[in-house]
């Protein structure tokens, strides 16, 4: 029994030690041009992080390896022989196409066109037409204002959502009501777009499918993501990942509000259909959303998405009522956090350190004149700074150890 428990011991802290090295801190510096960076996160729309600086991302046709290193919009897919950056998934049914890779869903390109294999049948939403929904296989037309509907399974008509009904006797079905219509301490169904978000509120995920409508809770700290609510959270950090808490993956306002109603309205109108609002296939230039909405598609992900896009858009799909954060620039005269840091022992915040030790985050002015300012982006593992991946590695070392331990108590 004894070593039964041991090994359960062993195996956690291994689980715990690889958790922990994974979680990558750093200031989101929305760097370009050579900003030093731990990863993509840290880096400005279209540019990516390779061998710790950012990088301008690839244009369609590029030879890649990951979806990062596209242009946004664009992924990076298997055209042969080789990844190539190339437009995917952006034409919906009966839209023009030229590779099966071009359509939605399970959408097939023939004859230059986006078709189901068989008239109706459908796998996903994108497989029908903008004011359809693929229910069980089959599309159907999306349901009305008032309408009763099954949250699991049913899509209400483009400015509606199916919410929950506090009278129903079954728990996930609710009736098609406004968008944001829910108020504080009414209930609701753990999605996007029932609770009233112009007033901070959202719907925890955290207590299941059904919940009721509140403002964020306090601060909480989190190792990784399945600390934090899956909806609406994520896991973050800017310097220590022991300081790691749950943040916001929406801005919780009116201009979000608004601007999604906006989106979806004038996807109703070109009977554009709408994908997962994570997916940035929707900002592709060629989609329908960009060809009919550009505005209001831009404006949505730029007012609402957080997480996603912190440092805004590329220049060919900002919103014009929304400014990009300023980019922090490299400046070759400044050090690296690689190359040396200084860490303050009272509060354990890391910064930069310049010449002299003294200036804290220099503004310094490149040939053009404009402001450079190192990026703050590094990993932090249980207090010590590590820039070129050597705690990852020692973790999965020690994890390797732990679990040659175990089989040989087991044996």
């Not at 009278?167 to 079905?173: A, G, L, P, T, V």
Request: aromatic share 6%; charged share 20%; proline share 3%.
């Amino acid at each position: 029994m004894k070593k039964i428990i041991l090994s359960i011991l062993l195996i956690a802290i291994c689980f715990t030690q690889y958790s922990s090295a994974r979680l990558v801190c750093g200031d989101k510096t929305c760097g370009v041009d050579g900003a030093y960076c731990l990863s993509s996160a840290a880096c400005g729309p279209n540019y990516f992080c390779e061998k710790k600086h950012c990088v301008a991302s690839k244009p369609e046709g590029s030879i890649c390896r990951e979806n990062k290193e596209c242009e946004m919009g664009l992924n990076c897919i298997n055209d042969g022989r080789t990844m190539i950056c190339r437009n995917t998934k952006y034409a919906g049914k009966d839209e023009d196409c030229k590779k099966t890779y071009n359509c939605m869903g399970n959408l097939k390109c023939v004859s230059g066109k986006c078709v189901s294999s068989i008239e109706q049948e459908c796998k996903f939403h994108e497989d029908c037409h903008g004011s359809q929904y693929c229910r069980l296989g089959v599309c159907s037309q999306k349901l009305a204002l008032g309408a009763s509907c099954n949250v699991s399974l049913d899509v209400c008509e483009n400015g509606f959502i199916c919410g929950h009904n506090a009278s129903s006797i079954i728990y996930d079905k609710g009736n098609c009501m406004p968008l944001f219509s829910k108020q504080n301490g009414d209930g609701c169904y753990s999605q996007f777009g029932e609770c009233d978000m112009a007033n901070g509120l959202i719907c925890p995920a955290t207590n299941g499918l059904v919940s009721s409508c509140q403002e964020q809770g306090g601060i909480q700290a989190c190792s990784s993501n399945n600390d934090c609510d899956s909806v609406w959270e994520t896991c973050e950090c800017d310097h220590f990942a022991r300081d790691a808490t749950c943040t916001l993956k929406f801005h919780l306002e009116e201009q979000c509000k608004s601007s999604y109603h906006s989106f979806i309205q004038c996807a109703k109108e070109n009977d554009c259909p709408i994908t997962d609002i994570h997916k940035t296939s929707n900002l592709n230039s060629k989609s329908c959303l960009f060809k009919h909405c550009a505005q209001e598609t831009s404006c949505f992900y730029a007012s609402c998405l957080k997480k996603e896009f912190e440092c805004g858009l590329p220049i060919d799909k900002t919103c014009p009522s929304i400014e990009n954060p300023k980019p922090r620039l490299f400046s070759s005269s400044e050090k690296e956090p690689s190359e040396e840091m200084d860490i303050d022992k009272e509060d354990m915040v890391a910064h930069p350190k310049t010449k002299g030790g003294s200036d804290r985050n220099p503004e310094k002015f490149n040939s053009t004149g404009a402001t450079t300012t190192a990026s703050n982006s590094f990993e932090i593992v249980e207090g010590k700074h590590n820039n070129s991946g050597t705690n990852t590695k020692s973790s999965l070392i020690y994890s390797l150890l732990a679990l040659i331990v175990v089989l040989m108590i087991i044996n």
